[in-house]
């Protein structure tokens, strides 16, 4: 029986504390919907000023009506931030494979202000335009920063003659 007891306070808890997050309570004798010059939108109790800050001021008025929001027109519903997309890398081809050297150097920079991880794609070419190796790596570039990389060739470097690099590395979701 004693713990009937805690679950009915931690329910009355639980739901007086959601109806004050979504602004139901309402406070002295004013009710919900009952708007005195508040611009708030959703859920809001005639009495809550919002503003379009994260934070929530709330204004308690007294009986007369002759009085107005003081709030810049916010609907006073905070949200966390949504992540701005990456823009795309650029890729500067440093120097192609040789047989001393078989990979591509390959510099990735990262015009964003967040570190993110990007696509390098490097294709090796003969001496007639055909392909000897396609590289698709996946390079981690810091905010704001260059990364050098190689590309290795799988296969007779000595048959490359020439690489071809995308100038774009897409980020990777």
């Known amino acids: 029986m004693h713990l009937r007891g805690r679950r009915l306070k931690f329910t009355a808890v639980l739901g007086f504390v959601v109806l004050s997050l979504t602004g ?3 406070h002295g004798h004013h009710g919900i919907g009952k708007s005195h010059g508040s611009s708030g939108g959703g859920c809001s109790s005639g009495s809550q000023d919002h503003d379009s800050s994260t934070s929530h001021r709330h204004t308690y008025y007294d009986d007369d009506d002759d009085y107005g ?3 810049s027109g916010g609907s006073g519903v905070s949200s ?3 992540a701005t997309p990456l823009q795309d890398a650029t890729t500067r081809l440093v ?3 040789t047989v001393k050297q078989p990979y591509a150097t390959v510099e990735v920079t990262n015009p ?3 570190s993110g991880t990007f696509s390098v794609d490097v294709t090796f070419k003969d001496a007639n335009g055909g392909d ?6 996946q390079v981690d570039v810091p905010a704001g920063g260059t990364v050098t990389v190689h590309e290795y060739v799988s296969g007779s470097a000595a048959r490359v003659d020439h690489c071809d ?3 774009v ?3 990777v979701s």
């Open 165 to 167: 690099l995308d100038d």
């Open 132 to 137: 000897v190796d396609t590289r698709l790596d």
């Open 112 to 114: 964003n202000g967040t």
């Open 69 to 71: 929001s003081t709030g």
């Open 80 to 82: 966390t931030p949504t």
């Open 169 to 171: 590395a897409q980020p």
């Open 24 to 26: 139901f309570t309402g």
């Open 95 to 97: 120097s192609c494979a």
